[in-house]
C-alpha cells in the first residue's frame, strides 16, 4: 500500500507513461534478441547476445532516468556525469550476462537462472542510478522494502526469461510482460523504500541537468529498440533468404554429393574405426574414430602415412621405453602383416582403459581396409562374469570353483618342491545366533570383515575361500610344521578379535580343521571331508579351536552313520520301548509321578544308551519324529494307568524348534484323554539359550493348556537366574552331579544347599535325580528338599501294577 500510494501521489502521470512505454518495448525487444541469440550459434550468438544486452541495459536505464524524472521530491534533481555512466555500463553488462546464461541454457531452471542475474543487473543499475543523484542532506532508508525491491526484481526476471525464452509466441509476450512488470516493480518499491523529506538540491560542477538528460536518453533508446527489433528482421529475412540459396544448390549438388554426404555421414557415426590403406601401403581415407581409439591425437593429419607409421603413432602414446620401440614395431608388424594380406583379426589390449579388436580386410588389389571396435566394455563385462563365477559376491574370496582350481595348482606345486599342501575346514561360532540378534546386514558386515583380514594375511603358497553361508576353506603349501602351525596362528587370530562397525562390537570365533595331502587323502573331495570331521571335533571340544585329521575319526563318523540309518529302521519297525523311573516326595516317601526314559535294543550291538543315540538322532534329524513317539505313547500309558499319577517327558532344543510343537502336544493329549496337569515337560536350558524368546513363548503357550514345565538338569550349563526370571517353571530339577559327594563334600552340600533356597525363595519345587544312598536322601530331607528320583527310590522299567496294588492293600 506505501508504493502504490507512492506511485499516485509523487509522480508526474504523463513521464509515468512514457517511463513504461520505454520500459515494454525494452522488455520485447530483450525477450525477441534473447531467443534470437538462442537460435544461433557461435559468434552471432554473441553478436546478437550483446544487441539484446545493449537494448534491455538502455531500456533500464532510460526507463530509470524518465520515472525519476517523474519523481517530484520537491526539489530539482541533478545527476554526477560518472556515476551515471556507470550505471548505464552496470545495466549494459550484467544484463549481458544473464542474457547469455539464459540463452544458452537447455531447462527453464537454466533459463530462471539468468533472468534472475537480469534481476540483479536491474537493482544494481537502479541504486548506482539512486547514487548519481546530486544534493545535500541525509537520503533515509527503509531495508524492508529495500530488501523486497531486489527480489522482486530478481524472482520476477528470473520468471520472465523462464517463461519467455519458450518457442512459442504468447509465452514471449507474457515474458516481455513480467520483465516489464519486473523492472517498474523494482523501481518503484526502491523509490518507495527511500526518504528525501531529509535532502535538499546542491550545485557542484560536472552536473547533468535531470530534464534534458532524461530526453536525450529517451530518445537514444529508442532508436537504439528501434535499430535492433530492425537488425531481428533484416536476420530473419536473410536467415531465410540464405536457406533459399542454399536449397537451390543442394537441389543443383544432389546428383554429385548424395553419396559422399551418406558416406561421410556414415563414417562419422560409425562406432568403429575405419581407414583405407592404398596399393601403396599408405592411409587413403579414415574416420575421426580411427586416430581416437588408436590413441593418436584426433588432429593429427595421418593421410598419406603407411601401415608402420601409424603404429609407431600408436605405441609412441603408450608407457613403452622409447628404447623398445622399434622393437615393439616390429612384433606388431610380424602380428599384422599375415592378417592383411589373408584377413582376420587380433585383439589388442592396451592396459585396463583400452581393449582394441582390430580387423584387416583385404580389397583384393593390394588395397585393404582396417577397422577397429572398442572391446574395452565388453572386455571388463566378459572378467566381471568370469570373476563373479569364481568368486564370492558377498566377501570378494574366492569361491568353490576356485578353491578347486587353487588346490589343483597347489599339489602340482607341491610335486615339484616335494613339498605337503594342508587342506583347512573353517566354521565360524555361533553366526546364527549374531544373524538372529543383530539381523543379517550384521551377518553381512562380520563375514565382510573377517574376508578383509583374511586377504591382509595371506603370503605366498596361500589361498582361502568362502564355501557358502559361514564356511570357509584355505589352502597351504608348506614344508615343515613349523610353517603350517604359524599360519594356522594367523588363521586363528583372524577369527578371534572382534568385529567392530555399525555400531555393533561383536565377538567372533571360529573351529578349524586340518587335513594334510598326501598323508589325509589324496583327491580334494576325500581331504575336505577329514578337514571337516576335525573341524567338527574342535568344535564339539570346549578348549580346542584347531583340530588336525586322526584316521579314527573316520571310524567314529562311519559307526555314527550306520547308527542313524538304524535309527530310521526302529522308528519304521516300532523298535523302541519306555522305561518309567518313579519319583517320590522326600517327605512323605509318597509317589508323585514317573519320569518316561527312552530305551533302544540296537540289533547287533544290545542296549544303547540314550547318551549315545540321542546326539546322532539330533544330528540326522530323527530326534524329532523319536520324541513325538515319545510323548505319544508316554501319554497313552498313562491315560490308562489306575492312578493318576504325573508323567516327565523330556524336550530337546530341536524340538522346541519347530512351529507345530504346540499342536503336536495339543493333539496327543486330546487324542490319548490324558489331562493335561498330569504331563509336564523338561526343557534344558541349553535347549532355551539358543533362541530364548522363541522357546519360551512356545513354552508359554504350552503351559497355557495346564501342562507343566520343568527346567532339567540345573547346576550344569548356563544356570542363568535370568531364565528362572523370565518363565515361572513349575519344577527345578537338581543334575545328578552334585549327588555324588553330597553326604561328604561340603561344596557340594553348599551348591545344593543353595539350590534349593533358590526354589524356596520362588516358591518352585525342586527334585533331586540321582539320589543312590540313604545317606543322600537324609540330606536332601534336611536340606527341604521336595522331591527326588534314582536307584535307592526305583530303578527304570516297566511298572506293574498289580503288584503296587496289592502292595499298596497289604501295605
Known sequence: MPVIEFFFTAHDPALIVLAATICMISSYACIGLARHAARSSGRMRDVWTAVAAMAVGFGIWATHFVAVLAFRPGFTLSYDLWMTALSLLIAIGVCGAGIAMASRGRTFSDRFLGGAVVGVAISTMHYTGIAALVMGGRLAWDPGMVATSILAGIAMGGVALGIGMDGRLRHMLTGALLLTLAICAMHFTAMAAADFSLCFPLSVNGELDGFWLSIGLTFISILLLGLALGSAVL??????????????????????????????????????????????????????????????????????????????????????????????????????????????????????????????????????????????????????????????????????????????????????????????????????????????????????????????????????????????????????????????????DALSRRVEGEGLALSTGGSIGVAVWPEDGRDLSKLMSNADLAMYRAKAEFDRRICYYERDMDEQARERRDMARDLWTALEQNAFYLAYQVQKSVSTGETTGYEVLLRWNRPGHGEVSPSDFIPVAEECGAINAIGVWVLKMACLDAASWPEPYKIAVNVSGLQLAQVDFIETVRSTLFMSGLAPHRLELEVTETSIISDKQRALHILRQIKAMGVSIAIDDFGTGYSSLETLRSFPFDKIKLDRSFMREVESNEQSKAIVRAILTLGRSLSVPVLAEGVETRAQLDVLRKEGCTEAQGFLLGRPGAIDWDDRLESGLTG
Not at 540459396?245 to 543442394?250: P, S, T
Not at 595421418?302 to 612384433?331: N, W, Y
Not at 572398442?374 to 564370492?392: G, K, M, V
Request: hydrophobic share 40%; proline share 2%; glycine share 8%.
Open 235 to 492: 536476420d530473419e529475412a536473410d536467415r531465410r533468404r540464405t536457406e533459399r540459396e542454399r536449397e537451390r544448390e543442394l537441389r543443383d549438388a544432389a546428383e554429385i554429393v548424395a553419396v559422399t554426404q551418406k558416406l561421410e555421414l556414415a563414417m562419422t557415426h560409425m562406432a568403429q574405426g575405419l581407414g583405407l590403406y592404398g596399393i601403396d601401403g599408405t592411409l587413403q581415407l579414415y574416420n575421426q574414430r580411427f586416430p581416437t581409439l588408436l590413441g593418436i591425437h584426433p588432429l593429427t593429419n595421418l593421410k598419406g602415412m603407411s601401415f608402420r607409421d601409424t603404429c609407431r603413432l600408436t605405441i609412441a602414446g603408450t608407457d613403452v621405453a622409447v628404447e623398445d620401440i622399434e622393437q615393439r614395431i616390429e612384433a606388431t608388424l610380424a602380428s599384422h602383416l599375415p592378417l592383411i594380406e589373408e584377413g582376420g583379426e587380433i585383439v589388442i589390449a592396451f592396459g585396463e582403459d583400452r581393449v582394441l579388436q582390430v580387423s584387416h580386410s583385404p580389397v583384393g588389389d593390394g588395397s585393404w581396409v582396417t577397422t577397429l571396435d572398442d572391446i574395452t566394455e565388453r572386455h571388463r563385462s566378459q572378467r566381471a562374469i568370469a570373476h563373479l563365477a569364481r568368486h564370492d559376491g558377498l566377501t570378494g574370496l574366492p569361491n568353490r570353483a576356485r578353491f578347486n582350481e587353487s588346490f589343483d595348482l597347489a599339489r602340482s606345486r607341491a610335486e615339484e618342491t616335494r613339498s605337503q599342501v594342508a587342506v583347512i575346514a573353517i566354521d565360524l561360532d555361533h553366526f546364527k545366533e549374531i544373524n538372529d540378534n543383530h539381523g543379517h546386514a550384521a551377518g553381512d558386515m562380520v563375514l565382510k570383515t573377517l574376508a578383509s583380514r583374511f586377504n591382509a594375511l595371506l603370503r605366498e603358497g596361500e589361498s582361502i575361500a568362502r564355501l557358502g553361508g559361514d564356511e570357509f576353506a584355505a589352502i597351504k603349501v608348506f614344508s615343515g610344521m613349523d610353517a603350517l602351525r604359524e599360519f594356522l596362528v594367523r588363521l586363528e
